[in-house]
């Protein structure tokens, strides 16, 4: 079982709905979260950190951490074609070393 | 802003021979983490360096070995290439702060093994 776990995917939304990613990790002592977004063949580009409980925004986008639940997700309002990409999970253990989910293949559709 | 820098871009080489990939972090980033990421899979990470001294240490195979320099650029050295090393390889960069060190990827270097 890896140590972060996304759905897969592939997750397809409407122009202008919300989607909604999903991250599940194993280690409580899990310290930063990260969302990335990678499009084929590019590096991935960081969207969101979240260190604290609750709810985190930034533009269109919004970062939840729930520790408790071991859960971090991400909300993407009035998504765009734009927005299509691989979004990946990662999670810091000690504010260094930071292990990936295999990452949700999102679609937004005009 | 100033970005990571990696060279090559690409990278083809036969099996059995060695490859160096380069990474230049962003300035005043002191921290500088390797990944490689096959076809359809996510980032694993190699091994980082914090201040020229290496901080922690993944998947590496033992063919590899890598170094932070005084400047604090990185080079990955990769030895006896194997078909299975085809991918593309990404430095990332970090100001080291007691948290979160958020990372910022350079645009890789994808390299071919023949």
């Known amino acids: 079982q890896k140590e972060v776990e996304q759905n897969s995917g592939p997750l397809s939304v409407p122009e202008g709905a919300i989607a909604s990613l999903n991250c599940t990790y194993s280690?409580?002592?899990?310290?930063?979260f990260f969302w990335y977004r990678q499009y084929s063949g590019k590096s991935p580009e960081l969207i969101m950190f979240?260190?604290?409980?609750g709810d985190k925004e930034d533009g269109r986008f919004t970062a939840q951490l729930n520790k408790a639940s071991q859960y971090v997700s991400l909300l993407i309002r009035d998504s765009q074609p734009s927005d299509s990409a691989t979004y990946l999970c990662?999670?810091?253990?000690?504010?260094?070393?930071?292990?990936f989910g295999a990452g949700t293949r999102l679609t937004v559709k005009p | 802003a100033a970005g990571v820098i990696q060279s090559p871009r690409h990278l083809i080489k036969e099996k059995r021979e060695t490859a160096t990939l380069k990474c230049y972090p962003i300035?005043?980033?002191?921290?500088v983490y390797w990944y490689q990421q096959g076809p359809g899979q996510d980032p694993q990470f190699l091994i980082s360096?914090?201040?020229?001294?290496?901080?922690d240490k993944g998947s590496i195979p033992d063919r590899f070995s890598a170094q932070q320099f005084s400047d604090y650029h990185s080079e990955l050295n990769m030895s006896s290439l194997e078909l299975g090393d085809s991918a593309l390889y990404f430095c990332?960069?970090?100001?080291?702060?007691?948290?979160?060190?958020?990372?910022?990827f350079g645009p890789g270097t994808r390299l071919t093994v023949t």
């Open positions: 990332a960069s970090s100001k080291r702060a007691p948290t979160p060190a958020e990372q910022y």
């Open positions: 280690d409580r002592g899990s310290q930063s």
């Open positions: 979240i260190y604290s409980n």
């Open positions: 990662a999670v810091s253990y000690n504010n260094n070393d930071m292990r």
């Open positions: 300035p005043r980033h002191d921290t």
């Open positions: 360096f914090y201040e020229k001294m290496q901080s």
